[in-house]
């Protein structure tokens, strides 16, 4: 399993364009970049998917470079609500491998107002 | 429809107890997974079922834990003889069969034990 690398932690303020990165040096070819979201006393929710490139849906953008040895969520324009724990996973989602994706400590990103 | 669920939402137990914690997965996902995750940490993969393969209990911390699932629906998750270092959140998360979209992991609300 790719280990994934992330920081512990980031302030921002509502309105700015936050970006987490998460390396994952040793990421395989059938890896896959998945990024959750996870609010105080809930569990974890899928924010986006990507294998290389850039992808984008209605709540963030992920970009991939080419060696995919890292990735970067991008959350736009943060509100208060966008305050939780933000979790860089990397695994194969073709095989049905339980352990697959493991969630590490991920990034806590703190909006303040 | 109706996400995953867990009962209870809150258990207190006294160390060396047992505890039963269960989880109802969204109808029709085949894969269902068991994670610890205590105060301030991330999570922590338990163990992992698909179907009617054998499950992948390759996380479980030690043998007084242990999980079943029902065909594909319900799953409890035991932990016998309390410890004190037990005391977490326990989520279950389903997925739909094969890949699903994006292979994505449905989480329940989590089950927060403590031992006392």
């Known amino acids: 399993l790719a280990k994934t690398t992330q920081p512990i932690s980031m302030d921002s303020y509502e309105g700015q364009e936050v970006n987490i990165t998460c390396s994952h040096n040793?990421?395989?070819?059938?890896?896959?970049i998945t990024w959750y979201q996870q609010f105080p006393s809930q569990g974890p929710r899928f924010i986006i998917q990507g294998y290389k490139t850039k992808v984008t849906n209605e709540v963030a953008s992920l970009f991939i470079p080419a060696d995919r040895k890292s990735s970067t969520l991008s959350l736009p324009r943060v509100s208060l609500s966008d305050t939780a724990v933000y979790y860089c996973l990397v695994g194969d989602t073709t095989n049905n491998a339980g352990n697959m994706l493991t969630f590490g400590g991920g990034t806590r990103l703190m909006v303040k107002p | 429809g109706a996400g995953v669920s867990q009962s209870p939402s809150n258990k207190v137990t006294e160390k060396g107890k047992d505890v039963e914690l269960r989880c109802d997965p969204i109808s029709g996902h085949t894969a269902l997974y068991w994670y610890r995750q205590r105060l301030g940490q991330g999570l922590e993969f338990l163990i992992y079922?698909?179907?009617?393969?054998?499950?992948?209990k390759s996380g479980l911390p030690s043998d007084r834990f242990s999980a079943e699932r029902t065909g594909e629906s319900v799953s409890t998750l035991t932990i016998q003889r309390t410890q004190q270092e037990d005391s977490a959140v326990y989520l279950c998360?389903?997925?739909?069969?094969?890949?699903?979209?994006?292979?994505?992991?449905?989480f329940g609300p989590g089950t927060r034990l403590t031992v006392l």
């Open positions: 040793n990421i395989a070819t059938n890896d896959y």
């Open positions: 998360a389903s997925r739909e069969p094969g890949t699903g979209r994006n292979n994505e992991q449905f």
């Open positions: 079922f698909q179907g009617n393969s054998a499950p992948d």
